[in-house]
């Protein structure tokens, strides 16, 4: 091997080990990650617009609801979601709010309605597809 040779080898090891020292890839590019990213709250709520209000949101597994009525509550997103088995087979998930004043409709974390939803605040009854069964405007 030519003595030339040798030498750009044995500095570019020299090299690779100062970059190392200064926690740099072989680009010299630092992959040091500022611990705001994960305390900040400004990047929190970033992350959350992004990911949580402009795609669909996984709340659970369809098995985990077996019968007719029965629901799980998913408030990991500030909105309150209920996720529910209608009477037809199908799983919905709504808002777990009165349209009326907001209330939220169902409190316990999971469980099973017999056959409506009823708003603790005005009596609204809703079915379990969300539609409103009774209300003042009916």
Known sequence: MKKSQQISYIESVF??????????DADGITYQIDIERYTSDQQLEKERSTLFKNFPIVTGAAASLKEPGEYYLHDLVEVPIIVIKGTDGNIRAFLNMCRHRGVRLVEEP???IKKYIVCPYHAWTFAL?????????L
Do not use: F
């Open 15 to 24: 090299e690779g080990l100062e970059k190392r020292k200064k926690k740099m």
């Open 110 to 112: 999971a469980g099973h």
């Open 129 to 137: 597809t969300g539609e409103l069964r009774s209300g003042p405007i």
